[in-house]
């Protein structure tokens, strides 16, 4: 039996740990060829090696236009093709109420975390109009749900589910799909940090274990086993949804 994406290419954005690297594997292990983009390069390089069949590691700064642009060039130039582009690289600091954030650090998140979209979008276009591609966007429960002391990152968050529904409408004609995941919390480098700055690091694993209500806080193969299907033919009737994979941590009323 075919797998869920043989044969494709898929340009991943920060696969260089967390749910990138987890993702990457799942998309290797189901046929797929990985270009890994990721600031750290010498971490993209890790990955590529963990994978089944190999793909492609590339440094790239995914909130820089001429980082992206020459990323795609270096996919393109390797596979002569691309059928998925998924945003995933992200940054989460500060962990600050909105007055308290520092300008660099808006600024930082919202290149980082939103303007990547834009700048992939612009440069894979052409590339994923010609396989009927598609673009999945990791966004996060917050961005739907808000959260406390962390709101130039929800901003991003949000603004990226409106973005990714936009960019369904947008794309549809050409059958782009575009689709955005919503992960509440996953065991990575980035949660972990995330959970030293708050106020009782020590009670924050039972937290996060109890915000989900399917019992505790999942690692990244959760996220990847779901992106592989909207990324798969088998999701071909998909588009503008945003996905929770959250084990219902939105659901219900919180005191
Ligand atoms: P992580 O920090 O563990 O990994 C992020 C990866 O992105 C790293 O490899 C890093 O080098 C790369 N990266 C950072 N800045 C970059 C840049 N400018 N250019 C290219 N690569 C860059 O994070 P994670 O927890 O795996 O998060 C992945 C995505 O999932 C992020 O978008 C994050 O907002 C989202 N998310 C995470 C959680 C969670 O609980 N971990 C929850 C919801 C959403």
Redesign the pocket.
């Known amino acids: 039996m075919s797998k869920l994406l043989q044969d494709k290419v898929i340009f991943l954005?920060?696969g260089?740990?967390?749910?990138?690297r987890e993702c990457a594997l799942a998309y290797a292990r189901e046929g797929a060829q990985v270009v890994v983009?990721?600031?750290?390069g010498a971490?993209a390089d890790e990955t590529i090696a963990l994978l089944d069949g190999g793909g492609l590691a590339v440094e790239?700064?995914?909130?820089d236009n001429a980082s992206v642009e020459e990323a795609v060039h270096q996919a393109l130039n390797h596979y002569a093709r691309l059928d998925a582009v998924h945003n995933?690289?992200?940054?989460?600091n500060p962990s600050l109420p909105l007055h308290e954030t520092s300008e660099i650090e808006w600024d930082d998140l919202h290149r980082?975390?939103l303007k990547s979209v834009y700048l992939t979008t612009r440069h894979a276009i052409a590339a994923l109009q010609a396989t009927k591609g598609c673009i999945l966007n990791?966004a996060?429960?917050v961005g739907q749900i808000g959260q406390r002391n962390h709101a130039a990152y929800v901003s991003t968050k949000g603004a990226m589910i409106a973005l990714t529904k936009a960019m369904a409408l947008d794309y549809a004609d050409a059958g782009i799909r575009v689709n955005a995941i919503c992960?509440?919390?996953?065991w990575?480098?980035?949660?972990r940090e995330w959970a030293q700055e708050q106020p009782n690091p020590a009670g924050i694993e039972q937290y996060l274990d109890q915000i989900h209500p399917l019992g505790s806080c999942p690692e990244?193969d959760v996220i990847a086993d779901a992106a592989a299907f909207l990324l798969s033919d088998r999701a071909r009737f998909i588009t503008g949804s945003i996905l929770p994979v959250s084990g219902g941590a939105e659901l219900g009323y919180r005191r």
């Open positions: 954005t920060g260089g740990q967390g749910i990138g983009a990721d600031l750290d971490a790239c700064d995914v909130g995933n690289a992200g940054i989460a980082v975390n990791t996060s429960m992960p509440a919390g996953v990575t480098p980035m949660l990244g």
